[in-house]
């Protein structure tokens, strides 16, 4: 199986990832050279999802770290210090950002000793591993989730987990690509996953390219097919999951994770481990991004409201733990009262 798309690649001086602002319509790929640049790549949503979001930021601090030509080792620390801080202003939600930026930090104070070339070194082959394991874990997310999908069933997905948002084959949609594979015939109701669309615009994109029968839904149908008996299985993706279980995701998640419960569908969420942040202990301490108001109040460049229209937009919510069936990940599917075994992992 090949991937479906080469969300970010890495080029030793620059990073080139796909402007997934322009899917459907135009697929163009931009060379990113600086951190400023990949910061606002992230900011600006030309490259998103969790696992993307982790990896690319983890290659701005390369870029940034490899533009060093001095000799001063506390000033190469103090910049890459600053750097680090600055790349974790990107966005506040998806726990992948830290998890990077961290890694990196890790394994340059191990290496302090060594030479400023061998730091940024160093620090080049820890984000290109990142990105291997990130692409290892979405293979392994797609076989251990795909048994759950059965021949002939219906699948809700919500937001963009696919590709598009990790190195590799994504998450919930690598279960999909997977089960697929396996000979599976199911169809995939894509909620449209306003305000941003990455339902409309970029599951669908994926599926049509993978060749899985898909229908796109307004968010707001998710109930009624429910209750016609036609969704048997809910899979999204996650941008944080606390110890407890309490997962953030695309705002409209806490949503379906309602009705699902109400209408007895199994709920679950795919996610590598680099999206659990285990040193929080419920969603109430998830900082939740707040986006601009325009994404509410236009639809692409057109203004769809009166002027000045009051609008709130977070661009996620936080679902219950006890609303989750389960936890699709690279270990294996665990249920929120075991996650505490993958902890120790
Ligand atoms: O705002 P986005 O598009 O970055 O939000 C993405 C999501 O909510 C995804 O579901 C999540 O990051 C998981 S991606 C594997």
Redesign the pocket.
């Given at each position: 199986m090949d991937r479906i798309v080469k969300t970010l690649t890495w080029n030793k001086d620059y990073l080139e990832i796909i402007d997934q602002t322009l899917l459907p319509l135009d697929e163009k790929y931009i060379k990113i050279k600086t951190i400023e640049a990949v910061w606002e790549a992230i900011r600006g949503?030309h490259i998103?999802?969790?696992?993307a979001?982790g990896v690319a930021s983890a290659f701005g601090l390369v870029l940034a770290a490899k533009k060093y030509k001095g000799k001063n080792k506390d000033k190469f620390f103090s910049i890459f210090e600053d750097n680090i801080s600055y790349m974790k202003t990107a966005r506040p939600t998806?726990y992948n950002l830290f998890y990077g930026l961290a890694r990196l930090k890790k394994s340059a104070y191990e290496n302090y000793r060594k030479s400023i070339p061998e730091l940024q070194d160093i620090i080049e082959k820890e984000a290109e591993k990142m990105f291997d394991e990130d692409m290892e874990s979405c293979k392994n997310i797609g076989e251990n989730g795909s048994s759950l999908i059965k021949d002939n069933i219906n699948v809700l997905s919500h937001?963009?987990?696919g590709g598009l948002?990790?190195t590799g084959f994504?998450?919930s949609l690598s279960v999909f690509y997977f089960a697929w594979d396996k000979g599976r015939k199911f169809r995939v109701f894509v909620d449209e996953t306003r305000p941003?669309l990455?339902g409309a615009r970029l599951t669908t994109w994926e599926l049509k390219k993978a060749g899985i029968p898909h229908t796109l839904i307004c968010d707001s149908t998710a109930a009624f097919l429910m209750q016609q008996k036609k969704i048997d299985i809910v899979i999204?993706?996650?941008?944080r999951i606390c110890a407890n279980g309490d997962t953030a995701?695309?705002i409209g998640t806490y949503n379906i994770a309602v009705i699902a419960a109400y209408h007895k569908i199994p709920f679950y969420i795919a996610?590598p481990l680099s999206t659990f942040d285990f040193s929080l202990k419920s969603g109430d301490q998830i900082p939740i991004e707040e986006r601009p108001g325009e994404e509410v109040t236009d639809l692409g460049c057109i203004r769809i409201t009166p002027e000045e229209t009051d609008a709130y937009n977070p661009?996620?919510d936080v679902t219950p733990a006890k609303l989750i069936k389960g936890f699709i990940t690279e270990k294996g599917i665990f249920s929120p009262k075991n996650l505490f075994t993958l902890k120790k992992i």
């Open positions: 949503l998103r999802g969790a696992p979001i998806a937001c963009n987990a948002a990790t994504g998450t941003v990455q999204v993706g996650a941008d995701n695309k996610a661009a996620f």
